[in-house]
């Protein structure tokens, strides 16, 4: 197992599917996790259980679309355990969300629902937090992307702009912080095993439960969120210290 004693992360979209799966590989690995996302409920079971198998985690209301519950989940972070060297960016709404519309069809609202959470979330907390986790000796940003910025479907044309601009963010923020000691990666998960996954599975299967095309996936079986999480904490560790403006795929393929 890594090692992440001594670390503290953020993990938005931590209430449930891959951000769940991320906070308690964190907390498993030693990290303090701090677990923000928007339902109060979710957030306390996932802490529940990170400290019922002995980790440290703290819970945080947050919503990805309001700048001031951002602010507020960042100063909450700091205030209880100091500084801060692990961000991971995994809230995120699908296309699903607002009915995917083709890219011409989509209107004003249906593009902000999808990038207010998926990219202004992400590109506000990376400028409140970047500059104070340079002051950590090591520090790591991870954002969760997802194949379809580069399968370009049609129908998941806002979902796919949103997440191709968060690479995008990525990759130069990786260039941009190296000299501070902080690695910036990408993961981008193809189907997993979430509530997401189950919705994609069904609109495009007839309804069909997500268990129905295991049997066509590369293995066998459909990825789950430990494997999302088991390659976040990989990263964030000392076996990952040299990786850094990566783009991993996660998809079987």
């Given amino acids: 197992m890594f090692s992440l004693e001594g670390r503290v992360a953020i993990v938005t979209g931590a ?3 891959i951000g769940r799966g991320i906070a308690e590989g964190l907390a498993l690995s030693g990290a303090k996790v701090v677990c923000a996302a928007r339902t109060r409920s979710q957030l306390d079971e996932v802490v529940a259980s990170i400290e019922s198998s002995g980790g440290t985690a703290m819970a945080f ?6 700048l001031k519950s951002l602010q507020g989940g960042v100063d909450a ?24 519309p083709a890219v011409a069809d989509a209107s004003n609202e249906q593009w902000n629902t999808l990038l207010d959470v998926n990219l202004w979330g992400p590109i506000f907390l990376c400028r409140k937090l970047v500059p104070h986790m340079r002051e950590a000796e090591r520090s790591d940003v991870v954002m969760i992307s997802s194949i379809a910025a580069q399968a370009l479907n049609p129908g998941y044309g ?12 990525a990759h130069t923020l990786a260039r941009e912080e190296k000299s501070h000691g902080m690695r910036v990666n990408m993961i981008a998960p193809g189907l997993v095993d ?11 299967s007839g309804g069909a439960p997500i268990g129905d095309v295991e049997a066509r996936m590369p293995f066998g079986f459909v990825c789950t969120a430990d494997d999302i999480a088991a390659t976040v904490t990989h990263l964030c560790s000392e076996d990952g210290r040299y990786i850094t403006n990566q783009r991993i795929t996660i998809s079987g393929d």
Wanted: cysteine-free; hydrophobic content about 45%; glycine content about 10%.
């Fill in 15 to 17: 209430g449930r599917g």
């Fill in 61 to 66: 209301e947050m919503d990805m679309k309001v």
């Fill in 77 to 100: 972070a700091v205030e209880t355990y100091g500084q801060l060297d692990i961000l991971v960016n995994n809230a995120g709404v699908g296309s699903a969300a607002i009915n995917r």
């Fill in 158 to 169: 806002v979902y796919s702009v949103s997440k191709a601009a968060l690479e995008a963010m």
């Fill in 194 to 204: 979430t509530d997401m996954g189950r919705k994609i599975v069904a609109a495009t």
